[in-house]
């Protein structure tokens, strides 16, 4: 599924990754992508620019927040966006922490195209285990061919997590079952 921005989406993504960035800075944390310190202004600005896409594409609100801890990309659903930086790439890299849903996308301001989705814990399969790299963490990278493409029902599914999260709903569901 492809998605535009419009000029005021792609400004407001763009400065939402600078004060990411900014913040990494201050708090002096190391830049997960990228050892040099250029590259990561970018890659901010885009991650951003496709986590506002997919909000736009779902019909979710997407607050942009910054410096709010490990959680959700779009507030209220178990969505986690991820940028593929390469354009090549249509894996959906999936990490040892993950829970919830994983989007991947693709693209460069302000065209994205999302490439599918999967549940955290059906992509950790042994067959998708990437090649293990010295210090850091295993990874699974899903091939596109086994992601989702199924929009309209991660839509439904999402809204309605996010509109139970705005009314307090989702812990009571959650002790009834």
């Not at 963490?137 to 899903?142: E, N, R, S, T």
């Not at 307090?168 to 002790?175: D, H, I, P, R, T």
């Amino acid at each position: 599924m492809k998605v535009r921005l419009e000029w005021y989406e792609a400004v407001t993504a763009a400065e939402v990754g600078i004060r990411r960035e900014l913040n990494a800075r201050r708090k002096g944390s190391p830049d997960s992508v990228y050892k040099d310190d250029t590259a990561s202004w970018g890659t901010h600005a885009e991650a951003a620019g496709a986590e506002m896409a997919v909000a736009k594409a779902l019909g979710l609100y997407w607050d942009g927040s910054v410096n709010v801890g490990r959680r959700e990309d779009i507030p209220g659903t178990s969505l986690d966006v991820r940028w593929n930086q390469h354009p090549g790439r249509t894996s959906c890299k999936v990490k040892p922490r993950d829970t919830g849903i994983i989007l991947a996308v693709r693209g460069n301001s302000p065209d994205y195209e999302l490439l599918g989705w999967i549940r955290a814990d059906e992509a950790k399969r042994a067959e998708w285990l990437a090649p293990p790299r010295l210090d850091y963490p295993p990874i699974w990278l899903v091939p596109q061919s086994s992601l989702s493409q199924d929009f309209g029902d991660l839509a439904r599914q999402l809204r309605n997590l996010a509109s139970q999260a705005e009314l307090g709903l989702g812990q009571l569901q959650g002790s009834r079952q």
